[in-house]
């Protein structure tokens, strides 16, 4: 169980949150006019504009689009991880998310599919783990 | 030959000022910042009476503290550009633009901070109070932070491994970026890492910090302060220097400007934006630069500029940056004071104030000989970009 980072999201990245652990699964929002996945959440649609939104489960299949491997961190929460790899996850509905790993530096490459799921910290925090796909 | 246009030689640089640049300082930011602003008139040949436009830093310091201190009595003008270190360029086009509206005459452009001392201050120093805010922080808290992606080595990260898993771009490339700074930082006596060559295999032996950035690809924190003074380019004909005249400059922002990862090409930069709107003002080429000054708070990031510029494709410039072609002597002389990478960081105020020496052939051991014309970039916060192309002369 990892412990809760200081993060106190406000407006959408708030209502994201809150989405994604209530249905336990990472939760994307998504133009009911135009079918648009947005993240991070935006009061108007890229696409059109558009002001109805939902935040909806995604389906979780995702490749990496690109990643890092931290070997210095002065935080108490990482310093004692390094190196550890950090992923910038595509999910198949559209948009990326940041996502941590129990994947090592050697088994991460761009393009590769993962699968995401989430950790729900408290009702306003979740992270995202990203694990190799089946 | 293309046609200039808009604020094509609208106003010159006519005063520069610098405080630093140091690891470790008993001087207060407002302290550096108006040292580095007196300084600037003075060199313009001015009394702070003259100046009546101020274009303050993002941060740390405002304009009406440094017009009450410098006792300015009738300030006409201030505008603030928030992009971090994109903002001294983004200063300048404003000063410009300010100066050719007929909204003011002599325009101060100052910025400064303790990078140093405020990550490690000495025992006895009161608490550092001053801050700056930038709305990417939310993004930054909300979505980064929490994965262990403190801060801009952590959060570049993200688009710069992307950049070299992708494109295949050598460290050697951004290597050459770290030699050539570092290198030129020798001939200054204002750098910070004057007295500490660097070798490519010294450079390839640093550690990483965060993958593909090693220690050898950040720029060093340093506390300093730097300013420039901005005039018509009609009135910069009778002051003391060489004016140095605004040919050209744009801003940029990625799409979208407040995040990363979600950009449809995470790579595009907001340089790749403004650079052609430059060119196209000033009417002139990239291959006509005499020198490049470019924002290197990281090498990788320099790359990617320099790319963004036109001098090579997506993930090419390994090849222009080789053989010494951005060193001393080289066609493509880049950061010819040691830039952020081995000067120290000014937020790029340094890198104007620069081709400023340059341009007055007044550069000393680092003069890019008879040099005509050269461009100054800026890169802030989530990949802003802006770009000045300043020549010799009204």
């Given at each position: 169980?990892?412990?809760?980072?200081?993060?106190?999201?406000?407006?959408?990245?708030?209502?994201?949150?809150?989405?994604?652990?209530?249905?336990?699964?990472?939760?994307?929002?998504?133009?009911?006019?135009?079918?648009?996945?947005?993240?991070?959440?935006?009061?108007?649609?890229p696409a059109c504009s558009s002001e109805n939104f939902t935040f909806k489960?995604?389906?979780?299949?995702?490749?990496?689009?690109?990643?890092?491997?931290?070997?210095?961190?002065?935080?108490?929460?990482?310093?004692?991880?390094?190196?550890?790899?950090?992923?910038?996850?595509?999910?198949?509905?559209?948009?990326?998310?940041?996502?941590?790993?129990?994947?090592?530096?050697?088994?991460?490459?761009?393009?590769?599919?993962?699968?995401?799921?989430v950790e729900v910290i408290d009702p306003e925090f979740s992270y995202v783990?990203?694990?190799?796909?089946? | 030959?293309?046609?200039?246009?808009?604020?094509?030689?609208?106003?010159?640089?006519?005063?520069?000022?610098?405080?630093?640049?140091?690891?470790?300082?008993?001087?207060?930011?407002?302290?550096?910042?108006?040292?580095?602003?007196?300084?600037?008139?003075?060199?313009?040949?001015?009394?702070?009476?003259?100046?009546?436009?101020?274009?303050?830093?993002?941060?740390?310091?405002?304009?009406?503290?440094?017009?009450?201190?410098?006792?300015?009595?009738?300030?006409?003008?201030?505008?603030?550009?928030?992009?971090?270190?994109?903002?001294?360029?983004?200063?300048?086009?404003?000063?410009?633009?300010?100066?050719?509206?007929?909204?003011?005459?002599?325009?101060?452009?100052?910025?400064?901070?303790?990078?140093?001392?405020?990550?490690?201050?000495?025992?006895?120093?009161?608490?550092?109070?001053?801050?700056?805010?930038?709305?990417?922080?939310?993004?930054?808290?909300?979505?980064?932070?929490?994965?262990?992606?403190?801060?801009?080595?952590?959060?570049?990260?993200?688009?710069?491994?992307?950049?070299?898993?992708?494109?295949?771009?050598?460290?050697?490339?951004?290597?050459?970026?770290?030699?050539?700074?570092?290198?030129?930082?020798?001939?200054?006596?204002?750098?910070?890492?004057?007295?500490?060559?660097?070798?490519?295999?010294?450079?390839?032996?640093?550690?990483?910090?965060?993958?593909?950035?090693?220690?050898?690809?950040?720029?060093?924190?340093?506390?300093?302060?730097?300013?420039?003074?901005?005039?018509?380019?009609?009135?910069?004909?009778?002051?003391?220097?060489?004016?140095?005249?605004?040919?050209?400059?744009?801003?940029?922002?990625?799409?979208?400007?407040?995040?990363?990862?979600?950009?449809?090409?995470?790579?595009?930069?907001?340089?790749?934006?403004?650079?052609?709107?430059?060119?196209?003002?000033?009417?002139?080429?990239?291959?006509?630069?005499?020198?490049?000054?470019?924002?290197?708070?990281?090498?990788?990031?320099?790359?990617?500029?320099?790319?963004?510029?036109?001098?090579?494709?997506?993930?090419?410039?390994?090849?222009?940056?080789?053989?010494?072609?951005?060193?001393?002597?080289?066609?493509?002389?880049?950061?010819?004071?040691?830039?952020?990478?081995?000067?120290?960081?000014?937020?790029?105020?340094?890198?104007?104030?620069?081709?400023?020496?340059?341009?007055?052939?007044?550069?000393?051991?680092?003069?890019?000989?008879?040099?005509?014309?050269?461009?100054?970039?800026?890169?802030?916060?989530?990949?802003?970009?802006?770009?000045?192309?300043?020549?010799?002369?009204?």
């Amino acid at each position: 169980m990892s412990t809760k980072p200081k993060v106190q999201p406000d407006d959408l990245d708030l209502a994201f949150y809150q989405a994604t652990a209530e249905a336990r699964r990472l939760c994307l929002q998504h133009c009911e006019d135009c079918g648009q996945w947005t993240h991070p959440a935006r009061y108007y649609c890229p696409a059109c504009s558009s002001e109805n939104f939902t935040f909806k489960p995604t389906n979780g299949e995702a490749e990496i689009h690109s990643f890092t491997v931290s070997h210095f961190s002065v935080e108490t929460a990482w310093k004692d991880l390094v190196p550890y790899v950090v992923i910038v996850a595509e999910t198949q509905e559209g948009p990326r998310v940041v996502a941590r790993t129990d994947l090592t530096p050697e088994e991460v490459e761009i393009g590769q599919k993962i699968r995401l799921r989430v950790e729900v910290i408290d009702p306003e925090f979740s992270y995202v783990w990203a694990e190799a796909a089946a | 030959m293309a046609t200039a246009s808009g604020l094509s030689g609208k106003a010159a640089i006519v005063g520069i000022g610098e405080f630093g640049y140091y690891r470790g300082t008993d001087q207060s930011i407002l302290q550096m910042v108006l040292k580095a602003s007196m300084d600037a008139i003075r060199d313009a040949g001015l009394k702070p009476s003259d100046i009546d436009g101020i274009i303050p830093p993002p941060g740390f310091v405002a304009w009406d503290e440094i017009g009450a201190h410098l006792g300015i009595p009738d300030i006409r003008y201030t505008a603030c550009p928030q992009m971090g270190g994109a903002s001294p360029v983004a200063g300048l086009i404003n000063a410009t633009m300010a100066i050719s509206a007929g909204l003011a005459t002599a325009v101060l452009v100052p910025i400064g901070w303790n990078g140093f001392s405020a990550l490690r201050p000495r025992p006895d120093a009161r608490p550092n109070k001053r801050r700056f805010s930038a709305a990417f922080f939310e993004t930054v808290k909300n979505y980064y932070g929490p994965y262990g992606l403190r801060s801009a080595p952590w959060w570049y990260s993200l688009y710069l491994q992307r950049y070299v898993k992708y494109y295949g771009v050598p460290p050697e490339a951004a290597g050459a970026i770290a030699v050539a700074c570092r290198k030129h930082a020798q001939l200054n006596d204002k750098a910070l890492m004057r007295g500490r060559p660097l070798t490519m295999d010294e450079y390839l032996a640093t550690p990483f910090i965060t993958e593909p950035l090693r220690k050898g690809d950040c720029c060093v924190e340093t506390d300093c302060a730097a300013a420039i003074v901005v005039t018509s380019a009609e009135r910069a004909k009778d002051l003391r220097h060489k004016p140095v005249t605004f040919l050209g400059g744009a801003e940029g922002h990625p799409n979208r400007p407040d995040e990363l990862i979600n950009r449809p090409d995470m790579l595009k930069l907001g340089l790749d934006y403004a650079a052609p709107r430059a060119f196209a003002m000033a009417g002139v080429k990239p291959q006509d630069m005499d020198f490049l000054q470019i924002y290197d708070c990281f090498t990788y990031v320099a790359l990617l500029e320099l790319e963004a510029l036109g001098y090579a494709e997506r993930g090419g410039a390994a090849d222009f940056v080789k053989d010494g072609n951005i060193e001393l002597g080289g066609k493509y002389p880049l950061n010819t004071h040691g830039g952020l990478m081995s000067q120290g960081h000014c937020w790029g105020m340094n890198h104007i104030v620069e081709a400023v020496r340059q341009l007055r052939h007044d550069a000393g051991q680092a003069q890019v000989a008879d040099c005509e014309i050269g461009l100054v970039t800026g890169y802030g916060d989530l990949g802003d970009g802006t770009i000045a192309i300043l020549g010799r002369g009204a």
